[in-house]
């Protein structure tokens, strides 16, 4: 077996074992009674479900070199929405991008960033029984800068805490981190913007 052909099986392997891991937490779930466990079960879950939708996007793809951003996220687009409908929600997610170029592990983070925006703003921006919009924008400048928002029109500032305590502000702030980009939330009348801002050209840390 040559060596793509070894990648491409190892691949196959981990998205596979991703949805298997999501699936089984999914029904690990169904036996737990205590609210707090079965919340932190199912956010784990909707994490893993993403990470395999993002792998996956990646592997279809035959840029093995630099990733462009905005074609990365418009293919994930489906999984993103998929994210919106597993947690019971009726969501409108809209996509404008822009071309802009990384490495695949550069695409990778923003990917599983997005994905968990996206999930609790599905979640958690508007009442149960209300639709709304989920926003992503990604644009990019002539300098080799660009800019991610994922924004709403729900009920503000509220998914993520500002101490920083929550696995998805610890999330955000690593990603940042990873991409040498700075990020702020911003109180929207109404809703809730997510800006993540990078300067330079990428490197990874």
């Known amino acids: ?24 937490m999914e029904l690990d779930g169904r036996d737990v009674r205590d609210p707090v466990a079965v919340g932190v079960l199912e956010a784990a879950r909707r994490r893993v479900h993403a990470i395999a939708g993002v792998h996956r996007r990646l592997h279809l793809s035959d840029r093995t070199d630099l990733i462009d951003l905005g074609i990365f996220l418009e293919e994930l687009a489906p999984d993103l929405r998929g ?13 404008r991008t822009q071309k802009v170029a990384m490495t695949a592990e550069e695409a990778v983070a923003v990917g599983i960033l997005v994905a968990e925006l996206v999930s609790n703003a599905c979640k958690h921006a508007y ?4 639709g709304g919009d989920v926003r992503i924008v990604q644009s990019a400048a002539s300098d080799g800068s660009w800019q991610l928002v994922v924004e709403d029109d729900g009920k503000g500032i509220g998914a993520f805490d500002e101490s920083g305590a929550g696995l998805g502000s610890r999330l955000v702030a690593a990603t940042a ?20 801002d990078r300067a330079a050209p990428l490197v990874l840390r």
């Open 83 to 95: 994210v919106c409908q597993s947690v019971g929600r009726e969501r409108r997610l809209l996509l």
């Open 1 to 24: 077996m040559s060596e793509p052909q070894v990648a491409a099986e190892m691949n196959h392997r981990i998205a596979n074992n991703l949805a298997l891991l999501a699936t089984l």
């Open 127 to 130: 009442a149960s029984d209300e």
């Open 177 to 196: 981190t990873r991409l040498g980009a700075s990020y702020r939330w911003e109180q929207l009348a109404p809703g809730t913007r997510f800006v993540l």
